[in-house]
């Protein structure tokens, strides 16, 4: 597996993408200008919508969103092939759906990773940076749904061997993963950072 991180123009940041290696081919998630030694993925996965970035540029066969965010793909150029839902995503991959909607987070077995679009952010991470390991996304990025409805959305990663969890925005977590992923998403530890928008 590898994580790199290219400049988002819009968040004028570093954001991160990540590659993993599969039985059934290279896997892209999120990406973002793949650096030069990575090969052609045979699959992109999408966290989001607004997270197509390159996906439309790097010529994979596949690519892979919820239902509800095929749509507003299309709309920015991007074919969806694949819809998370129906399973069957390569190298025993699995989507967890989070009370954002048509926003998933991948499971990565082979390398007891989490991939996560903005629903959780690492330390460093916009909209107010802090040193908080993991904290949940600011509320008002959930639209109807709050704090809670998020954490109950994330408790089945609790059940989940998790190493890393590799974010889009901050640093990503890479040691006591479970334990810092247990204290967010049990909503028990500090409070997140006050709403902003995206």
């Known amino acids: 597996m590898k994580r790199w991180t290219s400049y988002h123009d819009h968040w004028e940041e570093e954001v991160g993408c990540v590659a993993v290696e599969t039985a059934d081919g290279l896997v892209f998630i999120d990406p973002l200008d793949p650096p030069a030694g990575l090969p052609r993925p045979k699959h992109v996965l999408l966290t989001v919508y607004w997270h197509d970035r390159s996906a439309p540029d790097v010529g994979a066969a596949h690519v892979w969103s919820t239902r509800r965010a095929a749509r507003p793909l299309g709309n920015r150029g991007v074919r969806v092939t694949d819809h998370v839902e ?28 989490l991939v996560v679009g903005d629903v959780l952010l690492g330390a460093g991470a916009k909209p107010r940076p802090t040193d908080d390991p993991l904290r949940l996304c600011p509320e008002r990025w959930l639209g109807s749904k709050t704090h809670a409805d998020l954490c109950l959305s994330l408790q089945p990663l609790l059940a989940l061997p998790v190493e890393q969890v590799l974010v889009s925005h901050g640093a990503p977590v890479l040691e006591h993963a479970t334990a810092v992923l247990g204290t967010v998403v049990s909503c028990s530890g500090p409070p997140s950072s006050p709403s902003s928008s995206r």
């Open 86 to 113: 129906d399973g069957g995503l390569p190298g025993g991959i699995e989507a967890f759906q989070t009370a954002r909607n048509g926003e998933v987070v991948y499971w990565v077995p082979d390398e007891r990773a």
